[in-house]
């Protein structure tokens, strides 16, 4: 490929690579821990601090029926906890625990020893090159 291709030519060959190194992540989580749609669910949470079930469905895609579904089994395993709504008796907030917190810090931990080890076998040059890769990919996906 050229150094000047089209973004319609690289648009599909980006999206295919970040896709592909998007699943060897996943793949790096232990087997029978959280499945990828919890671990999802978790990390929204996470990421957004709390949620009503509803937003939580809405923000993961899924219908509120489903939610109720996932939540549960996280809400089992003492990922999540469920405080009343502050302003409204009929909702309740959901949050990550400590524990879930911690369960969040280990799969990002095993996904960066994972691709760290990747960049490791990387030249200088090369990993130069993703660096500055990292902050276009930051500036477009804004």
Known sequence: MSRTASGAALAPMLRDAIARL???????????????????????????????PRELAEAERVQPPTMTGIVAKLEARGLVQRTPHPTDGRQVILAPTPAGRAVLAGYREARDAWLADRLAGLSAAERDTLARAVEIVERISR
Do not use: C, V
């Not at 992540?25 to 949620?51: F, N």
């Open 22 to 52: 998007n699943r060897r992540l996943r793949q790096t989580r232990p087997l029978g821990d959280l499945t990828q749609t919890q671990l999802s669910a978790l990390t929204s949470l996470d990421l957004a601090g709390a949620m009503s």
